[in-house]
């Protein structure tokens, strides 16, 4: 499963969806969704966040391991640096490796300041390039410590993420190489809203790869915008995204119109950038924030 997906990441197609779990004591609902749709017919795999803003969800590789038990594609869970220490990180990607949960998305984290448990305190003992590190040390057959695991463990198969836009050019480079050099096999970019945008990632990409003589691979990020709100929101206060000036006028004409409008508008751009994007480089990250309808409305 995992070597037939990496080998379609670099050399073919690849869609992956993002799946968000709740507050809640099951992810059964999410799953029978996106069956109920189709979805899983028209993606590659899946991916499951873990606790984004620190906010308490259900857990991030219990879900992966639904996901991949009911579709049979694979799933990277996220694991942050927030939560866990050295100990712990490794405790859980050996569990999750004996239940064949073995893709990791590598994030350091948001802010526990964000967090909707009151006086919660992130652990930050690194972040994401010393989970990176840990994942190759734990597929070299040792723990961090340089001990022996009494059984080996399955091939980890690690996965970073990256801004997709900052002002200086050189500082994504940098952050770019380093998350290589750290042993990630595909990056996924925060979404790209712009082809020049899209463009310049992957140059970046093709010299990181020089660099360490690897050959990771990017993955856009793609987020559909339908609401004048949306656009405005991801622009000014989301480090690491620009949206063009272009749609967000385009979506603020349409809203003086109708509600429906403005939808009508945004999911054309939205579409035409799908379009666009995976005829450029066609290993795209579909994020919709659960919105599995709008998923499947841009892959049909």
């Known amino acids: 499963m995992f070597e037939t997906f990496i080998h379609k990441l670099r050399n073919s197609t690849c869609i992956t969806l993002e799946t968000t779990p709740s507050r809640?004591?099951?992810?059964?609902?999410?799953?029978d969704k996106i069956e109920a749709l189709g979805l899983h017919h028209l993606v590659d795999g899946f991916s499951?966040?873990?606790?984004?803003?620190a906010k308490l969800k259900y857990n991030a590789l219990?879900?992966?391991?639904m996901l991949q038990n009911r579709f049979?594609?694979?799933?990277?869970?996220t694991m942050s640096m927030r939560d866990r220490n050295r100990i712990a990180l490794q405790s859980d990607l050996l569990g999750a490796n004996e239940s064949n949960v073995r893709a990791i998305l590598a994030l350091t984290g948001d802010s526990a300041h964000y967090s909707d448990q009151p006086h919660t305190k992130g652990v930050f003992e690194g972040n994401s390039k010393l989970l990176l590190d840990i994942i190759t040390t734990l597929n070299d057959g040792t723990d961090m410590a340089g001990q022996k695991l009494l059984a080996p463990v399955q091939k980890i198969y690690p996965f970073a993420v990256i801004d997709a836009y900052a002002k200086s050019a050189a500082t994504l480079q940098k952050k770019i190489t380093k998350k290589v050099a750290h042993g990630a096999i595909g990056i996924i970019s925060q979404p790209v809203y712009d082809l020049e945008n899209a463009q310049k990632l992957l140059t970046m990409m093709a010299e990181a790869n020089r660099e360490n003589n690897a050959e990771c691979v990017l993955v856009l990020g793609y987020f559909p915008i339908t609401k004048l709100r949306t656009a405005r929101f991801l622009d000014e206060n989301v480090p690491g995204i620009f949206v063009p000036h272009e749609w967000v006028e385009a979506l603020e004409c349409a809203s003086l119109i109708s509600p429906e409008e403005e939808y009508r508008v945004g999911f054309e751009l939205s579409k035409n950038l799908f379009k666009e994007l995976k005829a450029l480089h066609p290993k795209i990250h579909i994020m919709t924030a659960n919105q599995f309808e709008l998923a499947k409305a841009i892959l049909s």
């Open 24 to 31: 809640s004591a099951q992810f059964t609902p999410t799953v």
């Open 48 to 53: 499951t966040t873990d606790n984004p803003l």
């Open 62 to 65: 219990f879900a992966a391991q």
């Open 72 to 77: 049979h594609k694979p799933t990277l869970a």
